[in-house]
């Protein structure tokens, strides 16, 4: 629910019918998302990949799909941070705000000894959040997660478990999909 953009119906048919008529090159009107790649090695080697958020759980069973109780998680990795957005990245966002196209992300470690944060981690749910340790992520830069046993969650979404001493490692790239900007599409438009 962070990742797409409310767009009015008629905005964005318009600028759809701009880029099908090549009235607009859409490389100059929009930009390649950021995506969070995840990988554990060995047995049963893992590669899957997050739009906006990457979280590490202490919990060890997937079971219950959806994870929002920053009680249970230990790490959060995020490809943006926007203030008004619900979810564990809001919490970021309470920290810096980071846009989909700022070359960066955030790494967040949960936990006592650093600031308290109050941010919407879900629908009609604003709560205090214990943030240890938090900053940004390069473009490129790769991570090793601290957090093992435990499982994994992709946007919002556990996916994998964490077992023994298999670690993950979690990778900021710019290979999301493109994502079209329907106002700078239409101003181009009007230029043209």
């Known amino acids: ?41 060995g047995p049963g080697s893992v590669v899957d990949t997050a739009l906006v958020d990457l979280a590490v759980s202490r919990q060890r069973f997937v079971g219950s799909r959806a994870v929002w109780d920053p009680a249970s998680v230990r790490e959060i990795f995020l490809s943006r941070a926007v203030p008004g957005s619900v979810g564990l990245s809001a919490i970021g966002a309470a920290l810096q705000s980071v846009s989909s196209e700022d070359d960066h992300g955030l ?3 949960l936990g006592p000894g650093g600031t308290t944060v109050i941010a919407p ?43 023994g001493d298999r670690a993950a490692r979690v990778i900021l790239t710019r290979n999301g999909p493109r994502v079209v900007g329907v106002a700078e599409v239409l101003r181009q438009a009007t230029l043209a």
């Open 1 to 41: 629910n962070v990742f797409p953009e409310l767009v009015e119906g008629t905005s964005a048919g318009m600028a759809a019918a701009v880029i099908a008529r090549g009235l607009v090159d859409p490389q100059s009107a929009s930009v390649v998302s950021k995506l969070l790649e995840v990988r554990v090695d």
């Open 107 to 109: 790494y967040l470690r």
């Open 121 to 163: 981690i879900a629908p009609g749910v604003v709560s205090p959040v214990e943030v240890a340790e938090w900053r940004t992520v390069a473009v490129g830069e790769d991570i090793d997660t601290a957090q093992k046993p435990g499982t994994v969650a992709l946007d919002g979404e556990r996916t994998f478990t964490l077992s």
